[in-house]
């Protein structure tokens, strides 16, 4: 066997083989948020149904909401990489607008969550200085990657175009 | 505002937008490794004993893992910017250099996602181990997790990266 080909066959292995295993890491991620919603969620209300401080309100709706988007980022990740585990070549344009929409969706959850949850915390009594570091990491490390994704989204476009031509050459 | 489909955008057009987010993502992540190392800093001091109070076994070890976080920090700040300066200065994204750039991020995002939770895990055993009082957060376990998967991702990247400079590479001897 040709040593080249060889070398792409095992290396087209071991990336689709990563793609698996993330689309099969986003889906349990998808489920292991659910049921850590379901078990905190019913804990918490049979231990704090008489009183209910503005401090739980917070802590509820911070767990609520990263979930949401955490939620709706796995369902991205597992989207793209369960196409990218399947197609011919990574450069499609629907990977590419898959991933631009994963882009946005982590940079704006991350500013919207950042600025709500810091600015909340100013008026709320009984919370500790970790709940204004943990909103404020969470929002940036969110802005950074979702940035990261939206620029790799548009050189996955000119991958694109370079699939094409290539194809077009073929 | 003019908008133009994306499969009839220009090269042009597209290294265009390609160099405006690179500009914002760069800024970005000079203020994330800022804010991060302030945090961290902050965290310390928060944590630190009062007078004649002794001082916890969670302070000692965040104070020890701060270099080292300040450093993994850094790293990837690094490597992000020089990644995406070169995207911006080169003629095209598909390079060899940016795909090992790429390669060097995702093991940076994995070591710092270790050197990020390893302080929660040393003063977790500790705490364990001595039977003294105290809980550190879970916070390890979100750490770690995130940024394995993070780096896992990157890695994922930098291969379709190098497939990417082969089609350039084609392209290129076509032309």
């Known amino acids: 066997m040709d040593n080249n080909v060889k070398t792409d066959i095992s290396e087209d292995q071991r990336f689709k083989g990563i793609c698996g295993l993330i689309h099969n890491f986003a889906v349990a991620f998808k489920i292991g948020i659910l049921i850590l919603l379901v078990v905190l969620f019913l804990i918490n209300l049979t231990d704090t149904l008489s009183v209910i401080y503005m401090s739980d309100i917070f802590k509820a709706a911070f767990i609520l909401y990263y979930s949401a988007v955490f939620f709706i980022v796995a369902g991205y990740v597992e989207q793209i990489f369960g196409r990218l585990r399947k197609a011919e070549t990574p450069f499609t344009y629907d990977i590419a607008h898959k991933m631009k929409g994963l882009g946005y969706i982590l940079a704006v959850g991350g500013i919207v969550g950042g600025d709500i949850f810091v600015l909340f915390h100013l008026f709320i009594d009984g919370l500790s200085d970790e709940w204004f570091g943990f909103p404020l990491i969470i929002s940036f490390v969110l802005m950074v990657v979702g940035l990261i994704f939206t620029a790799f989204a548009l050189i996955f476009e000119h991958g694109c175009k370079l699939q094409q031509e290539s194809d077009e050459t073929l | ?175």
């Open chain 2, 1 to 175: 505002m003019k908008t133009v489909d994306v499969n009839k955008r220009t090269l042009e057009q597209e290294k265009q937008y390609l160099k405006q987010t690179s500009g914002i993502v760069r800024i970005e992540a000079v203020c994330f490794a800022a804010v991060l190392i302030m945090l961290m800093v902050q965290e310390i001091i928060s944590a630190a004993p009062g007078d004649g109070e002794s001082a916890s076994a969670l302070f000692w070890v965040k104070l020890a893992f701060l270099p080292f976080q300040a450093a993994s920090a850094i790293v990837a700040t690094r490597f992000v910017i020089n990644m995406f300066k070169e995207i911006e200065n080169g003629e095209t994204p598909f390079r060899y250099s940016i795909a090992d750039k790429l390669k060097g991020l995702s093991d940076a995002i994995l070591g710092g996602s270790i050197v990020f939770a390893a302080p929660y895990l040393v003063a977790m055993f500790v705490y364990s181990f001595t039977g003294t009082e105290g809980s550190p957060t879970n916070a390890s376990a979100v750490i770690m997790l995130g940024g394995l998967f993070l780096g896992v991702l990157f890695k994922t990247l930098s291969y379709i990266f190098g497939y990417g400079c082969k089609l350039q590479q084609e392209s290129d001897e076509t032309l």
